[in-house]
């Protein structure tokens, strides 16, 4: 089930609220347990495919993997910091990538070998399921952070909420046992019930707002452009490039943000709190202060659990970089078995190890930081370039995949930016698959990433999100008109919001990231 | 100390006030306007899809689906049992008409959807055989560039969002139809319509039958900007490699033709026409095999297999209308009238009833309506595709000795540089 559809904002999440808040007066853990029920209803509507019938099976999944982690977890935090553990520890982290392994990467891996030695002949494409990049690494931070002591002895009901809680299920934000199981045990979905409401709702029609006005109306042009650049039909003209590649650029961040945005809306209506996802990433002045600011809880779990374990900055400045390349080729991968995002990650990885030897540099000779404006459009200018690859490489997905064609793609759409097609602005219309006008609309949705806050500075009297106060843009400070607050000028322009969402809302159009 | 606390639980109790009015505005804002989508789209029902015991059908003749045309043929299909139906792209959608007098009192509809595939049609023609236990005999269209490209309609024309589609969510979808603002657009302009009196593009019956020319009143003008730019986009397709006939939809074609035989229904694969303004432009064009002949012969190989699998079975037939007929090639208005109707042909790649009735009469086996039609189409299952190519030479011989003036302005139009479409963007 999606955000944006009717069957989840008529159907499911009333009802959800609804018994939610009748079992809840009764015993909080009921409250729980229908929540938990409730989860595994919006994950397991999810078919595959539905031409056959629906098969428990990916149900049965998640809950085996929550039932698994739950008691190795259990076992852990009786045998923290000793041989044993750790080998206990070994087993369940293998486990677990192993079966991340095998459902998103043995296809990829099977059609490597076969490509180079002929064998295993025919390769049967496996389905992903849904969502399981996403419960295996909270899950591989739990069993983690159970060896290293620190965890507490969680009721079995909690934990499957704190895994399988339906607004982050999907497509994140990636939870932490610690900011989620204490929320549950406190209990303060009681407190403060009509401010989590008003907040919530607003927060989540903000988040709609994103996706169903601005990504969707965007993904057309973006997918026309990609579309004719794997096809490899003609060369794009220099305008084409640029628009593809910035187009896509307000499609990935209106998209992902406005579902992060959604789902942090949705908990906050049960009175749970999640960790910021995005931050303005479009306003970042460095690669290094982007990451602080995009996919803000995987570059958490990228960081404690597989940059700092491989030693981080503390074993020299060369093992740093070569741990930094690491990290982001493995980001990269996580996204996707293909070249395209491992091309992705790279890119990152030598944007990042260039940015701390820039850093390096400057402080040694005692040089001025670059005027911010330039320092943004730089950054943004590398993001987008990266992005061309990453887009590509959803021609490498599916059983029609091909990376031929994501290649295809990545170079067509970067020699068109970079001139090596000729400077023409856009095609001739017999042969133009966009029209220009279409696309520059799109790409004035920038302006709203560079020049407006971004939703949590909006709602920031309310405390929408856990971690809000690490930028320096997004602190205490003093409060601003232009702040939420629960009156009559603010209901009008979220029902201006609402109104938009609704004019636009008639397809269903899945989020960027479920397919991660 | 007393006072103070007071304040703050007076403050307090404001504050939750004000949430919770802002909550009570919102949610009540929501399901308000919800509420009256769903009362207007079930009173109206404009698209067929939301039929309900307070219906008035006396919007019947008035609704407005142009916008959505997939849902509303799929309401009007799941509205009746129909004998027949007609299916295929636009040019089904315009030239066959389900109230043609020799049907009878045959309950027809035409399923036509503008810029169909075979991918979708063959989804369409499950649904139809899936839900229509009565129907007797399917007309299905092909486009011949369509059988060598490999667009797919179901991505981007509103398929997926209409019942045609086994993937999606059947609940949501319905959901959509009685709650979603697409509806409520179709019914405000079906009931402006009723109240105007004015008529909307397609009828009861599917049948794309009024304003069929985007507001344009010069065919001369639909075919410089419309037609010729539309035929390059596919020669440059067909010039990078796209100009032979694709297994895939090969295979979509017989599974189309092993369903209507497996259910009892006869099915004819019809090749709609184009006017020569749009079949030439390959030729000027330079794109390799630039009447499709590969296209051609494909179909009518694959009607003969599927025919022979199974001896003494329903016997299919495909019928190519898309030549250099002088039909085809009826001549464009004077320069001096340019906003003269053709009778045959709307544009360059859509033909009107007359024509569509001289090919039932042909497909039939009905009296010609008009003399003219004698030779016109060909069955590609049963020609020799040697003669088939000898013939399209003889018709592109005679249309140029015939047409001189249209055949040079056609070619002229071709050739014209970049600029005049450039041009024409401007002047647009």
């Not at chain 1, 093992?319 to 990152?348: D, E, I, K, Q, S």
């Not at chain 2, 509809?109 to 063959?122: D, F, P």
């Not at chain 2, 051609?296 to 025919?307: D, F, Q």
């Amino acid at each position: 089930m999606i955000f944006n559809s009717y069957l989840y904002l008529l159907i499911f999440l009333p009802l959800a609220l609804l018994g939610f808040g009748a079992a809840a007066r009764v015993k909080l853990r009921l409250g729980f347990a229908w929540l938990v029920l409730m989860s595994l209803v919006f994950y397991g509507v999810w078919n595959p495919d539905p031409s056959k019938p629906w098969s428990p099976f990916y149900v049965l999944l998640i809950l085996g993997s929550c039932v698994g982690n739950y008691y190795f977890g259990r076992y852990l935090s009786g045998h923290k910091h000793t041989t044993k553990g750790k080998r206990i520890l070994t087993f369940g982290v293998t486990a677990n990538l192993g079966l991340l392994g095998y459902y998103k990467y043995a296809g990829f891996l099977a059609g490597l070998a076969k490509w180079a030695t002929g064998w295993p002949g025919h390769v049967p494409s496996i389905v992903l399921p849904l969502a399981i990049s996403f419960f295996t690494f909270l899950q591989i931070a739990y069993l983690v952070d159970a060896f290293r002591g620190e965890t507490e002895e969680y009721h079995f009901t909690d934990y499957l909420l704190f895994v399988t809680f339906f607004p982050h299920l999907i497509a994140g934000p990636l939870v932490h046992h610690k900011e989620m199981l204490p929320q549950f045990t406190r209990g303060t979905w009681k407190h403060h019930k009509w401010i989590n409401l008003s907040m919530g709702l607003s927060y989540l029609v903000c988040g709609l707002f994103k996706k169903v006005v601005i990504a969707d109306n965007a993904a057309p042009i973006a997918n026309a452009l990609f579309g004719l650049a794997a096809r490899g039909e003609r060369p794009l003209t220099f305008g084409e490039g640029w628009a593809a590649a910035l187009v896509y650029a307000v499609q990935l961040y209106f998209d992902f943000s406005g579902y992060s945005d959604m789902a942090i809306g949705s908990a906050r209506l049960f009175g749970i709190r999640f960790p910021l996802n995005f931050h303005s990433p479009y306003k970042a002045d460095s690669v290094v202060e982007f990451w602080r600011r995009w996919h803000i809880t995987l570059s958490r779990f990228l960081r404690d659990y597989l940059y700092i374990p491989l030693g981080g900055n503390r074993k020299g400045k060369g093992r740093r970089y070569v741990n930094l390349l690491l990290t982001m080729v493995l980001g990269g991968l996580w996204h996707g078995a293909g070249f395209a995002f491992l091309l992705w990650g790279l890119l990152h990885g030598l944007y990042l190890c260039v940015n701390h030897a820039w850093f390096a540099v400057r402080k040694k000779r005692g040089w001025k930081a670059l005027p911010k404006p330039l320092a943004i459009g730089l950054t943004f200018l590398f993001v987008i370039i990266a992005w061309v690859p990453f887009r590509a490489g959803g021609f490498e997905h599916g059983d029609s995949g091909s990376t031929a064609k994501a290649v295809a793609a990545t170079r067509n759409v970067l020699g068109a930016m970079f001139g090596f097609h000729g400077f023409d602005f856009w095609a001739e219309r017999s042969l133009s698959v966009v029209k220009d006008c279409y696309a520059t609309r799109a790409i004035a949705c920038l302006l709203i990433c560079w020049f407006l806050p971004n939703t949590q500075q909006f709602f920031r009297r309310y405390s929408p999100a856990l971690d809000v106060r690490g930028f320096d843009d997004n602190g205490r400070g003093p409060r601003r008109w232009w702040q939420w607050r629960p009156t009559g000028v603010w209901l009008a322009f979220t029902i201006v919001l609402l109104v938009s969402v609704l004019a636009t809302f008639d397809k269903l159009s899945e989020f960027i990231y479920f397919q991660f | 100390m007393s006072r103070p606390a007071i304040n703050m639980a007076e403050a307090a109790s404001r504050g939750k006030r004000r949430h919770r009015r802002f909550v009570l505005g919102l949610v009540g804002t929501f399901f308000g306007v919800l509420g009256l989508f769903a009362f207007c789209n079930t009173r109206i029902n404009p698209l067929w899809v939301t039929p309900s015991p307070w219906t008035d059908e006396s919007f019947a003749p008035f609704r407005q689906i142009y916008r959505n045309t997939r849902t509303a043929k799929a309401g009007l299909l799941r509205n009746k049992d129909w004998e027949i139906v007609l299916m295929g792209s636009s040019r089904v959608a315009i030239a066959m008409d389900p109230k043609f007098p020799e049907w009878g009192d045959r309950k027809v509809l035409n399923l036509g959807l503008s810029a169909s595939t075979i991918t979708e049609n063959k989804l369409v023609v499950d649904y139809v055989l899936k839900h229509n236990p009565s129907v007797k005999r399917l007309i299905v269209g092909v486009d011949l560039t369509d059988i060598s490209s490999r667009s797919d309609s179901t991505r981007s024309t509103g398929f997926n969002e209409s019942p045609f589609d086994p993937v999606g969510g059947a609940t949501e979808r319905e959901l959509r139809y009685v709650f979603g603002v697409s509806t409520f657009r179709a019914a405000v302009r079906t009931w402006q319509t009723k109240r105007k009196g004015e008529i909307p593009p397609y009828t009861e019956l599917g049948h794309w039958a009024h304003h069929r020319t985007h507001g344009m009143a010069s065919v001369r003008k639909m075919i410089e900007t419309g037609t010729i730019p539309g035929a390059k986009r596919f020669v440059v397709a067909r010039k990078a490699g796209g100009d032979q006939p694709l297994a895939s939809k090969l295979d979509l074609l017989k599974s189309i033709l092993r369903s209507c035989r497996d259910h009892g229904v006869k099915l004819t694969v019809l090749v709609p026409p184009n006017h020569i303004a749009y079949l030439v432009v390959p030729y000027v064009g330079g794109a390799p095999d630039p009447m499709m002949m590969a296209n051609r012969r494909a179909i009518g190989e694959c009607v003969k297999e599927v025919n022979a699998e199974i001896p003494g079975s329903l016997q299919a037939e495909a019928w190519d209308f898309d030549d250099l007929h002088l039909l085809n090639g009826e001549a464009l208005p004077p320069f001096e009238d340019p906003t003269r109707e053709m009778h045959y042909w709307v544009d360059g790649i859509h033909s009107k009833e007359p024509l569509g009735h001289i090919m039932l009469s042909r497909m039939l086996g009905w009296p010609l309506p008009d003399p003219a039609g004698g030779d016109y189409g060909v069955r590609l299952d049963l020609i020799d595709p040697a003669e088939h190519a000898r013939r399209i030479d003889a018709q592109f011989a005679r249309y140029k000795e015939e047409r001189p003036g249209d055949w040079a302005w056609i070619e002229a139009k071709v050739r014209s540089s970049e600029s005049d479409a450039k041009k024409d963007d401007e002047e647009e």
